[in-house]
């Protein structure tokens, strides 16, 4: 048994908690909790600064460069454009969450290449057939939501609950990032729900206490379990939904051991597998 070493900036991606930023919060303030979230593990940090110009955008990104340092994924809301623009000015960037009126997914994995990072909004089962006959490899990871009523997003869709995301996710042809007033309170509830991992606004980045609030929520999600111990069990608990979404979610579902030297409970459950399926 050997210890596995993951480059977070590169992939396979931890899906379990994804911080995706704050407009309304301050840059000092921002870059604050940026870095508790990665501390607290976070393995992606989404850039959505929706009233920002390109350039903005990009003086945004490297300065979240600097501050997750390889220590997490860093991706950009909506705009392909300013994720491949700050990869030319040499910035880690792994990828994009799209919404449904972005880019075409298709195009965005082609331009950003079969490493990416690459999530889609899904709310809906029509959503989820549209990501259901994408090209296998082309997506990573829906997002799904809103669970409850969130100011951060005006005019979000109708909130789901815990059990209307359950219902929902049932039907999900890849792993789902659950989204849209999360806390502590249900990320645990909704990773039982089926949820790949959660993404989170404010309840971190407005936080008085950011750092405690990421490892709330961390700690909620799993994120902790088995650390720095693995072993190449991931293959056969990869069989499942998730697989069969094409290989490269395969390959991220890999399963690890607990320290103790047994297998995780990802063993023959790809969801389980999904969420605790990297080692760090
Ligand atoms: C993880 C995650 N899920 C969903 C969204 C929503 O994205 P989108 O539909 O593009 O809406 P805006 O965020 O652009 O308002 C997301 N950003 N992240
Ligand atoms: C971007 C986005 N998409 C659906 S809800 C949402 C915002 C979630 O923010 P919060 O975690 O503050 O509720
Ligand atoms: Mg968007």
Redesign the pocket.
């Known amino acids: 048994m050997s210890a596995t070493i993951v480059d977070r900036a590169t992939g396979p991606w931890d899906l379990r908690l994804?911080l995706?930023t704050d407009e309304r919060v301050e840059r000092p303030r921002l870059r604050r909790a940026v870095d508790a979230a990665v501390d607290a593990g976070a393995g992606v940090v989404?850039l959505?600064a929706?009233g920002a110009s390109a350039r903005e955008q990009l003086d945004l990104l490297a300065e979240l460069d600097a501050v997750i340092a390889g220590r997490a994924a860093l991706i950009v809301?909506?705009r392909l454009d300013v994720a491949l623009a700050a990869r030319d000015a040499g910035l880690r960037i792994a990828g994009v969450?799209?919404?449904?009126s972005?880019v075409p997914p298709t195009t965005a994995r082609r331009l950003l290449g079969e490493g990416a990072l690459v999530?889609w909004?899904a709310n809906t089962l029509e959503h989820f057939a549209a990501a259901a006959v994408l090209p296998a490899g082309t997506l990573d990871y829906l997002?799904v939501?809103v669970i409850h009523p969130t100011a951060t997003?005006p005019g979000h869709p109708p909130a789901l609950g815990v059990d209307g995301f359950r219902a929902l996710a049932a039907h999900a042809p890849l792993p789902c990032?659950a989204?849209g007033g999360v806390t502590e309170v249900d990320a645990g509830e909704l990773v039982a729900a089926g949820a790949a991992g959660v993404?989170v606004v404010s309840r971190i980045c407005a936080a008085d206490d950011p750092a405690g609030a990421a490892r709330a929520i961390a700690d909620a999600v799993g994120i902790g379990v088995g650390v720095g111990v693995g072993v190449g069990v991931g293959i056969e608990a990869a069989v499942g939904t998730a697989a069969e979404a094409g290989p490269r979610i395969a390959a991220q579902v890999g399963i690890l051991a607990r320290a103790d030297g047994s297998p995780g409970t990802g063993a023959g459950d790809p969801v389980s597998a999904a969420n605790e399926g990297i080692v760090r």
């Open positions: 994804q995706v989404q959505r929706k809301d909506d969450h799209l919404g449904q972005d999530g909004t997002g939501g997003k990032v989204i993404a």
